[in-house]
């Protein structure tokens, strides 16, 4: 049982406009949250994050939102730039586990 | 700095042949990391270390065997490949375990077919 999901494989967005991507967790007890982005034949690289004590983090056109009694977050990307077009992956941490659980990705295309 | 770096890139194997992934971390970080991705499953974890000379299991070690006899390197076998293990995996490193400010560093990965 996935105990982190994306419940969009894939998400098109105009550019100039904002991107939204989810992302659900089953277990309440993760302690922090991250993206990763993915381009194409390279590995993913570490986006932003957010502690389980915050409901908000910015960093740029980047802003991650955490509800943690809906177990839910989102990136929100504004404004979406062509160059923003890659696959993103939410992931979680207990920090008492050694282990970042992953969930499956969404693929954003922003379109010129 | 090359960060983490995988050999090979690609690779064909048959089944039943063994093979032998390289990650070599520049970095030094005590944590390293093996990743298979699978379309729709996202990232598992296969197997990790916390140290040199420490190795444990992930997710999905089932197949696989690792090792760390140098903390700047994370070997990845497979004894008797299957096609179920047809994947691209990712060798990954981080300072500390992991968390808000000791992200995990990739490596551009290494694309396994098993025919």
């Known amino acids: 049982d996935q105990q982190v999901k994306q419940n969009s494989p894939s998400l098109s967005v105009q550019e100039g406009r904002i991107s939204i991507l989810n992302c659900d967790y089953t277990?309440?007890?993760?302690?922090?949250f991250l993206w990763y982005k993915k381009y194409p034949a390279e590995g993913p690289t570490f986006l932003i994050s957010?502690?389980?004590?915050?409901d908000k983090n910015e960093d740029g056109r980047f802003t991650v939102f955490l509800n943690k009694s809906a177990k839910h977050l989102s990136l929100h990307i504004v404004p979406s730039q062509p160059g923003d077009s890659a696959v993103y992956f939410c992931?979680?941490?207990?920090?008492?586990?050694?282990?970042?659980?992953f969930g499956p990705g969404t693929s954003l295309s922003v379109i010129p | 700095n090359a960060g983490v770096t995988q050999t090979p890139k690609f690779r064909v194997l048959k089944t039943g042949q063994s093979m032998t992934l390289l990650c070599a971390q520049d970095?030094?970080?005590?944590?390293m990391y093996w990743y298979r991705q699978d379309p729709g499953m996202g990232l598992r974890l296969i197997h990790y270390?916390?140290?040199?000379?420490?190795?444990a299991k992930g997710e999905v070690p089932d197949g696989y065997n690792v090792s760390r006899l140098k903390k700047q390197n994370f070997l990845l076998g497979l004894e008797s490949a299957a096609p179920s293990q047809t994947s691209v995996y990712f060798c990954?490193?981080?300072?500390?375990?992991?968390?808000?400010?000791?992200?995990?560093?990739f490596g551009n990965g290494t694309r396994l077919t098993v025919t």
């Open positions: 970095m030094n970080h005590e944590y």
């Open positions: 277990n309440s007890m993760f302690d922090y």
């Open positions: 270390s916390v140290g040199e000379g420490t190795t």
């Open positions: 992931a979680a941490i207990k920090t008492s586990y050694d282990k970042v659980i």
């Open positions: 957010i502690s389980s004590i915050k």
């Open positions: 990954a490193s981080s300072r500390q375990r992991s968390s808000y400010n000791s992200p995990l560093h």
